[in-house]
């Protein structure tokens, strides 16, 4: 893969160049904020390992406006000192697709790496669609909408959505959700909790609130419109 690491610590960043280097992996190195988006948006990575503490433009600016000139595009790798649920959520509504909490091992930090770019490679581009009520997703373009409001989500929150629309009104198991999204080895529970939880915000922001249910100790579904609208 080809991987742009855009890190200020020079520590961090020599421990994760080395590491990658030595799994056969190319990687360029951005240490501010603005140099690092420029590369972004002008080169062909397979990924993006992006600090959120950085100098000149912060790592949730930078994604969010990569994402605004890119779209989907190169998934992304947040890292971070603090693990709070907004922390998380601030990184997921810039467009972060997954989120790395220091310190942190550098073989779960590839592990990471590598999961996202499968799934990014293994994203539909057959123009397809699905939808239940008044939700749709453009597997294409993955893009999902609420009647005409657009539902803003990352590739995980893409995924999870896709799968919970094609078994509504269904429960989908938390098991087989972390099992389609990140295989053999899926993170901890709060890790598919949180993007749930994100799904659920963008879903409410979008005009959509209460359609994404959790059926505790089972997993969650997507459920019809209420009648009143509610």
Known sequence: MRIL????NQLVASN??????????????AVDGRTGLKMASGGAYDALIVDVELPRLRGYELCRRYRAERGAGTPILMLTARDTLEDKLDGFDAG??????KPFELRELLARVRSLHRRA?????????ISFG??????GRWEARFRDEPIALNRIG????????????????????????????P???????????????????????????????????IESQKPDGS
């Open 134 to 139: 008044e939700i749709a997703l453009d597997l």
């Open 121 to 129: 490679r293994g994203g539909a581009s057959d123009g397809a669609s």
């Open 16 to 29: 994760i160049i080395e590491f990658l280097d030595a799994e056969k992996h190319d990687v360029d190195l």
């Open 158 to 185: 893409t995924r999870i959505l896709e799968l919970l629309l094609r078994d509504a009104p269904n429960v989908v198991r938390k098991e087989t959700l972390q099992e389609q999204i990140w295989g053999e080895h």
């Open 5 to 8: 690491l855009i890190e200020d």
């Open 96 to 101: 972060a697709d997954d989120y790395l909490v």
């Open 187 to 221: 993170p901890s529970d709060g890790v598919l909790r949180t993007h749930v939880y994100a799904v659920r915000k963008a879903l409410t922001n979008a005009g959509a609130p209460d359609l994404l249910q959790t059926v505790h100790g089972v997993g969650h579904k």
